[in-house]
């Protein structure tokens, strides 16, 4: 067997790093146009960049990583989640494309970094330096049978995003990550920086995403991101002056009722630890745990 190759991430990749994602991580649902489009048009003012681990020519390996311009934390950076094919684990490959991701950090100033693993990987994180900070849970939904249509309550009404203005859905979104569970604020989001990760992202299902509006007002919604039969909870939050009347619950139904509808059969999503709502939530719609994550942080010299 040929040694490992690292490699910058080209768009012709995106196919296959679909194909490894699936088996590495199969909870996380991101299709091919989308990661084509990531890697062939990432945000500006981001340094995005990726890279690829190949082996007879198979990519076999995958790491991104970027300055996250989404907070107001100075000098700060993310590593993705590493890929690595389980035929190939133990050559090293993983540290090679840790040690790529942080050397492309490096050279913009980024002085620290966020990068996440699964519980039977922490002891590689540590073992480059990174701390475990916060547990994130991931979970799945069967689609079948289709989940019902819930009743909208009294002057709520149940908008697909195809009908709203795109301002409308972000100034909802920022009120209400106001208060988001997590050890890095992301309260800097612009919304050039929404509409490309958001807005604009191919995999964004307009008509299965869901917003309440209540006197023209966006007070919750649901977004769907979906790659053939399965979709992501992208983000699900209520407006904080509008919480407690359980309309997140509501318009997250309503949404994988119009996913479903429309061919998803397997629903994901992920929850800080911290988020006891929304975990509450998901419980209640029969969510069920498939994996946990942690975030992990480290110094950056």
Not at 6 to 24: E, S
Not at 111 to 127: C, D, G, N, Y
């Amino acid at each position: 067997m040929a040694d490992p190759r690292i490699r910058t991430a080209r768009p012709d990749d995106a196919a296959d790093v679909v194909a490894l994602r699936a088996i590495v991580y199969p909870y996380l649902v991101r299709g091919v146009a989308s990661t084509r489009q990531m890697i062939a048009e990432p945000p500006p003012d981001e340094e995005w960049t990726a890279f690829v681990a190949e082996v007879d020519a198979r990519v076999v390996g995958w790491v991104s990583a970027y300055r996250n311009i989404r907070t107001s934390e100075p000098d700060f950076g993310e590593v993705s989640l590493l890929h690595t094919h389980p035929e190939h684990r133990g050559r090293g490959i993983g540290t090679a494309l840790l040690e790529a991701a942080l050397d492309h950090l490096r050279p913009l100033g980024v002085r620290r970094v966020r990068t996440w693993a699964l519980e039977e990987s922490l002891p590689f994180a540590r073992r480059h330096n990174f701390t475990p900070s916060r547990e994130m849970r991931y979970s799945a939904l069967d689609l079948d049978p289709v989940p019902s249509m819930p009743a909208a309550p009294a002057g709520v009404r149940w908008r697909p995003l195809t009908d709203l203005d795109p301002e409308r859905l972000y100034r909802a979104e920022v009120a209400a990550a106001s208060d988001e569970p997590g050890d890095v604020p992301s309260d800097a989001v612009t919304y050039e920086i929404w509409r490309y990760d958001v807005w604009e992202n191919l995999g964004l299902d307009k008509d299965a995403s869901t917003a309440a509006e209540v006197d023209g007002e966006v007070v919750a919604f649901s977004l769907v991101k979906r790659d053939g039969d399965r979709m992501w909870s992208d983000y699900t939050a209520t407006v904080p002056r509008y919480r407690g009347r359980g309309l997140a619950r509501l318009t997250k139904q309503a949404a994988l009722h119009r996913a479903a509808a429309g061919g998803v059969r397997t629903a994901y999503t992920s929850n800080d630890e911290a988020n006891a709502p929304m975990l509450a939530v998901n419980a209640r719609l029969g969510y069920r745990p498939v994996a946990t994550q942690w975030s992990c942080l480290r110094d950056l010299t």
